[in-house]
T-cell receptor, first 112, second 116 residues
Framework: GAGVSQSPSNKVTEKGKDVELRCDPI?????LYWYRQSLGQGLEFLIY????????KSGLPSDRFSAERTGGSVSTLTIQRTQQEDSAVYLC??????????FGEGSRLTVL | AQKVTQAQTEISVVEKEDVTLDCVYE???????LFWYKQPPSGELVFLIR??????QNEISGRYSWNFQKSTSSFNFTITASQVVDSAVYFC?????????????FGKGTSLLVTP
């Protein structure tokens, strides 16, 4: 498709389970970002990938969170041993190196 | 510390009214970028505008206009003759990197409701 694609759009899981969220960026965009949107915290930066450089993980809230980007394209955000406070909408965005961010529609995670 | 403050949490106007969304930012950098994004009910953040810190010219795009004032650290957004389709959450954001989209600091958003 033409835009950033995220899956699943909705995920309900039980506390303690691991979840994986996927992002397929716009073709040709070298930069990829993950943000988290929650009621209490607004929009928070999580992680940034640029080409083959080491990712900037400075926004990840704990070591339960990790992300990878394979082949410079698709990215997976993994949350291990989910907690209720992880419930949020996880937004992925991509851009050219110096370009505007284009966001996906997000993956809504609910941890019971 | 909050780098971007959107003091208005919710605004409700009647169609055709003008409405201004406030954004105040805080940074010590001389090079930075400011953004506005719109988030309709579908959830996807839609880019509206980017300004760099060296360009204080106001910008108009159709019914949208932006007023950037470094003296007051503000980057306000005005919608003229509002329409129901303008109903959305609007976010102001700041990037303190030379890469304009990098690590955006978002405000908490202003929810705009335009009623017929």
């Amino acid at each position: 498709g033409a835009g950033v694609s995220q899956s699943p759009s909705n995920k309900v899981t039980e506390k303690g389970k691991d979840v994986e969220l996927r992002c397929d960026p716009i073709s040709g965009h070298t930069a990829l970002y993950w943000y988290r949107q929650s009621l209490g915290q607004g929009l928070e930066f999580l992680i940034y990938f640029q080409g083959n450089s080491a990712p900037d993980k400075s926004g990840l809230p704990s070591d339960r969170f990790s992300a990878e980007r394979t082949g410079g394209s698709v990215s997976t955000l993994t949350i291990q041993r989910t907690q209720q406070e992880d419930s949020a909408v996880y937004l992925c965005a991509s851009s050219l190196v110096y370009g505007e961010l284009f966001f996906g529609e997000g993956s809504r995670l609910t941890v019971l | 510390a909050q780098k971007v403050t959107q003091a208005q949490t919710e605004i409700s106007v009647v169609e055709k009214e003008d409405v201004t969304l406030d954004c105040v930012y805080e940074t010590r950098d001389t090079t930075y970028y400011l953004f506005w994004y719109k988030q309709p009910p579908s959830g996807e953040l839609v880019f509206l505008i980017r300004r760099n810190s060296f360009d204080e010219q106001n910008e108009i795009s159709g019914r949208y206009s932006w007023n950037f004032q470094k003296s007051t650290s503000s980057f306000n957004f005005t919608i003229t003759a509002s329409q129901v389709v303008d109903s959305a959450v609007y976010f102001c954001a700041l990037s303190e990197s030379v890469r304009p989209g990098y690590a955006l600091n978002f405000g908490k958003g202003t929810s705009l409701l335009v009623t017929p």
